[in-house]
């Protein structure tokens, strides 16, 4: 059974930080692209940072220079820092872990982060 386990979502003021993680199971983790995505309200859900299993990075250009993708394959785990936080960054992040030749795809239930201005 896949499992895709986010945390360390919360409320933060503007221009603070907040380290999300997702924890992957069930899955060969290293072969994996991860990614995280948002939703906020009313929007449509979009990329915010993505890391292929060869450690290709690809950001959103509203978070480049501010978010961090990483992940640590050994923990199973992928990381996103986010630093510097606006209003405009609120929202629900989801953890997603792909592998597109093998159709596989797979998506955590997500953690909200509210940043208050």
């Known amino acids: 059974q896949v499992q895709l386990v986010e945390s360390g979502g919360g409320l933060v003021q503007a221009g603070g930080s907040l380290s999300l993680s997702c924890g992957a199971s069930?899955?060969?983790?290293?072969?994996?692209?991860m990614g995280w995505y948002r939703q906020a309200p009313g929007k449509q859900r979009e990329l915010v940072a993505r890391?292929?299993?060869?450690?290709?990075?690809n950001y959103a250009d509203s978070v480049k220079g501010r978010f961090t993708i990483s992940r640590d394959n050994a923990k199973k785990t992928a990381y996103l820092q986010m630093n510097s936080l606006k209003p405009e960054d609120t929202a629900v992040y989801y953890c997603?872990?792909?592998?597109?030749?093998?159709?596989?795809?797979?998506w955590g239930q997500g953690t909200q982060v509210t940043v208050s201005s």
């Open positions: 997603r872990a792909e592998r597109p030749a093998y159709g596989a795809d797979y």
């Open positions: 069930g899955i060969m983790f290293r072969f994996f692209d």
């Open positions: 890391i292929t299993g060869g450690s290709r990075i």
